[in-house]
């Protein structure tokens, strides 16, 4: 069965924390992806990955950085956490190309920030 | 105007009834997923398209990739469908996906 775990349902930070949310795959999948998704808006795509060590800006990267040092870990990170960064992030991982798979997506973190 | 447009934002529904969610989307395309999301938030991948039709049990999606739409009929209705479901495409020569806001759909006994 193949999987995509992030490391927590629930995370409440206080403004001003680092935060680091983490997702692992387990499919060998190229492409890995980082998403917030707020009520009415869907999901909107913060950053991409399609290589170790490679990484694209989505739509909205403002506040958010990213790493991905192994091909299985793509952990998104907010610098200085803000309270309009509370939110359902969702990440997700593909093949890439001629190959491209389905998504399959992690479970969700909700982070609150208070 | 959003690339990704789904109709309508909320549906009810009794048990058995047959069941029609729309997607239309205004850019080029490769693929189209339809998605499903429980209460709790996880995602999961019902369907991907790139022409006709497929089915999975009672699940039924079609695309008409001229008109530029798709949809998603769930035959014989029950309360565990009750879900958000999610169309995005996969624009041309990228492997990135664009959402719809989804459709929330609550089916009672």
């Known amino acids: 069965d193949v999987k995509v775990t992030q490391s927590s349902r629930y995370l409440v930070k206080r403004t001003g924390e680092k935060v680091f949310l983490e997702c692992v795959q387990d499919m060998d999948h190229e492409n890995m992806f980082w998403y917030r998704q707020d009520p009415g808006l869907g999901l909107r795509l913060i950053y991409f990955?399609?290589?170790?060590?490679?990484?694209e800006k989505g739509d909205i990267p403002e506040g958010y950085s990213v790493s991905r040092e192994k091909k299985e870990r793509f952990s998104l990170i907010l610098e200085s956490a803000s309270t309009n960064q509370t939110s359902m992030y969702l990440c997700?991982?593909?093949?890439?190309?001629?190959?491209?798979?389905?998504?399959?997506f992690g479970q969700g973190t909700r982070l609150t920030v208070v | 105007k959003n690339e990704v447009e789904q109709s309508p934002q909320n549906l009810t529904a009794q048990e058995g009834e047959f069941i029609t969610i729309n997607c239309s989307y205004s850019v080029g395309i490769s693929a189209l997923h339809w998605l499903q999301q429980h209460p709790g938030g996880g995602i999961v991948s019902l369907f991907m398209l790139s022409s006709g039709k497929k089915k999975h049990g009672r699940l039924i999606a079609t695309i008409n990739i001229q008109e530029k739409h798709s949809s998603l009929h769930i035959t014989a209705s029950h309360p565990r469908d009750s879900a958000v479901y999610i169309c995005?495409?996969?624009?041309?020569?990228?492997?990135?996906?664009?959402f719809g806001t989804g459709t929330r759909l609550q089916v009672f006994p």
């Open positions: 990955s399609y290589d170790v060590k490679m990484k």
């Open positions: 995005a495409v996969r624009r041309y020569n990228t492997d990135k996906l664009i």
């Open positions: 997700a991982s593909s093949s890439p190309g001629v190959v491209y798979t389905e998504a399959f």
